[in-house]
Structure formats: C-alpha cells, structure tokens
C-alpha cells in the first residue's frame, strides 16, 4: 500500500510542477499581450536606430489605438487600408521628385573640362 501512496505523491508532485510550468508561461504570454508593455517594448526597440521613420511612429501609435479601442477594429479597417494606399503612392511620388530635383541639380551644376 505504501508503494502505492509513494506512486501516487510523486504524480502529484509531477502534476504540480506542470501546473506551475503552465502557470507562469501563461502569466508571461498575458504580460506580453498588455498594451503597457507592448509600447514600452516597442520604444526601447526603436532607440535602437531602426525606428527612427515617423510611419513608424504613426503605424505604431494607430496599432496601439486599435489594441486599445477593439470595438472600433472592424470599422476602421477599411479607412487604415485606404490610408496605407495613400502613404504608399505619396512616399512614390516624394521618391520620383527626388529623382527628378537630383537630375536638375546636375543639369543646373556647371560641367568642369
């Protein structure tokens, strides 16, 4: 019997510790799904010098709107889809008139020969 109850303790132990495992997974996935920490994460990442774009900043700062405003998801897809179409094409057209202001400063600089 006492074999038994030795068996038993030791699956009991087992179990607690598999249950303390899932626990504090489950409590670090929850931290990271809060909105405090995501931007707090998210500034420390962009000193780093990748973040230093304003769409950066907008495109997280609409992100944090939209974790913290759920309701208004689903309606404002539409509108954020159509605003990164707009960014898109206008980042294209700033590219095409830098282009074009480098080829008129060159045109404009006097040729040495």
């Given at each position: 019997m006492s074999g038994r109850l030795e068996v038993l303790e030791a699956r009991r132990r087992a179990l607690l510790n598999k249950c303390e495992e899932q626990r504090l997974e489950l409590a670090y996935r929850v931290a990271q799904i809060r909105p405090a920490e995501q931007l707090t994460a998210?500034?420390?990442?962009s000193r780093g010098g990748r973040g230093q774009s304003p769409l950066t900043w907008i495109a997280g700062l609409v992100g944090l709107l939209l974790m913290l405003r759920r309701r208004r998801l689903l309606s404002g897809v539409g509108w954020i889809t159509g605003l990164v179409a707009l960014a898109s094409k206008a980042t294209t057209v700033l590219?095409?008139?830098?282009?074009?202001?480098?080829?008129?400063?060159?045109?404009?600089?006097?040729?040495?020969?």
């Open positions: 998210w500034t420390r990442r590219r095409m008139l830098a282009q074009l202001r480098a080829v008129y400063r060159s045109l404009k600089t006097p040729r040495r020969g």
